[in-house]
């Protein structure tokens, strides 16, 4: 069973860092590309980065691009976001997703709430 | 590409046809899926390349359209498909519409 868990999230204040993880398992991670995807509360959704699996491609929404980082490691089934310079409306449930266009494989999220 | 979905609410009754909308703002070349999202749960892909069923989604559940005008298809509203549905495109960039939440009346 293809299993997505997220971590790392948690109150900061704005202009900080987070770094999120999502572990994958029930499947070979290194096979597949990787997506963040957030949620701010009571909203829609917004795609935030994508990874290759071998992280040869790299692509971000203009929201984040610049502040946000995408990186994966293979060996530990993990995928991460390093996430800095953090907004209030950076403030969302970020989830991971499994697949390069549609998304057949979700984590249950990680909330980050930015605020001083 | 914006994603223009309609209505942003739907009230609809158990067995009827139901159809949501999804207008993009430049041409999507049928590169659109749709996802369902329940409360407080992540979202479940129900349709891909505009008219693919996803494994497992029951198939009165469709997906339709061309160019900039997709629709989705509910043949017989049933209690469990209360959600707000999402329409997303990935052939230029990656969007997602703003949504249409389904309740039954």
């Known amino acids: 069973e293809v299993q997505l868990v997220e971590s790392g999230g948690g109150l900061v204040q704005p202009g900080r860092s987070l770094k999120l993880s999502c572990v994958a398992s029930?499947?070979?991670?290194?096979?597949?590309?990787m997506n963040w995807i957030r949620q701010a509360p009571g909203k829609g959704l917004e795609w935030v980065a994508y990874?290759?699996?071998?992280?040869?491609?790299?692509y971000y929404a203009e929201t984040v691009k610049g502040r946000f980082t995408i990186s994966r490691d293979n060996a530990k089934n993990t995928l991460y976001l390093q996430m800095t310079s953090l907004r209030s409306e950076d403030t969302a449930l970020y989830y991971c997703?499994?697949?390069?266009?549609?998304?057949?494989?979700w984590g249950q999220g990680v909330m980050v709430t930015v605020s001083s | 590409i914006q994603l223009t979905q309609s209505p942003s609410l739907l009230s609809a009754s158990v067995g009827d046809r139901v159809t949501l909308s999804c207008k993009g703002s430049?041409?999507?070349?049928?590169?659109l899926a749709w996802y369902q999202q329940k409360l407080g749960e992540a979202p479940k892909l129900l349709i891909y390349n505009t008219n693919s069923l996803q494994t497992g989604i029951p198939s009165r559940f469709s997906g339709s359209g061309s160019g900039t005008d997709y629709t989705l298809t509910i043949s017989s509203l049933q209690p469990e498909d209360v959600a707000t549905y999402f329409c997303?495109?990935?052939?230029?960039?990656?969007?997602f519409g703003a949504g249409t939440k389904l309740e039954l009346k």
């Open positions: 990874i290759s699996s071998g992280s040869s491609y790299i």
């Open positions: 430049q041409n999507i070349n049928n590169y």
């Open positions: 029930g499947f070979t991670f290194s096979n597949y590309g």
């Open positions: 997303y495109q990935y052939n230029n960039g990656n969007t």
């Open positions: 997703a499994r697949g390069r266009d549609s998304y057949a494989h």
